[in-house]
């Protein structure tokens, strides 16, 4: 019995794992170029997004800061502050045309990975 549940509770977890990079996959992806200290950059719109994802491209791009906004009413999300080099995931349910916007505040225009999926 006691496998059963372990095989289960395994097989669960390879499942729920396996949406994660599926969806990650069908996520849109851009460069957003964005100047150190020059404020909020808009970087990519998306629809009822379900997750987002930000990376620095070097060490010169940090510390970095994300948030979300929603023009349509003002809301946002986050912001969320990063000082590394590894992708950074939020998942979402947010509703309407959201805009992922990024702060530089390294050195330099910096190009950041900006995933975010419908």
Sequence with gaps: MRVRRRTAVTLATLAALGAVIVAIALGTTVT???????????????????????????????????QLYRFSDGAKWGYWEWNDLDYHIVFLSLS????????????????????MSP
């Design 32 to 66: 957003c170029n964005v100047a150190a200290s020059g404020g909020y950059a808009n970087c990519l719109v998306v629809s009822g997004p379900g997750y987002e994802q930000a990376k620095a491209p070097n060490g010169s791009a940090t510390p970095y800061r994300f």
């Design 96 to 115: 309407g045309s959201i805009t992922a916007q990024l702060d530089n505040f390294g050195s330099g225009t910096q190009g950041y990975s900006v995933t």
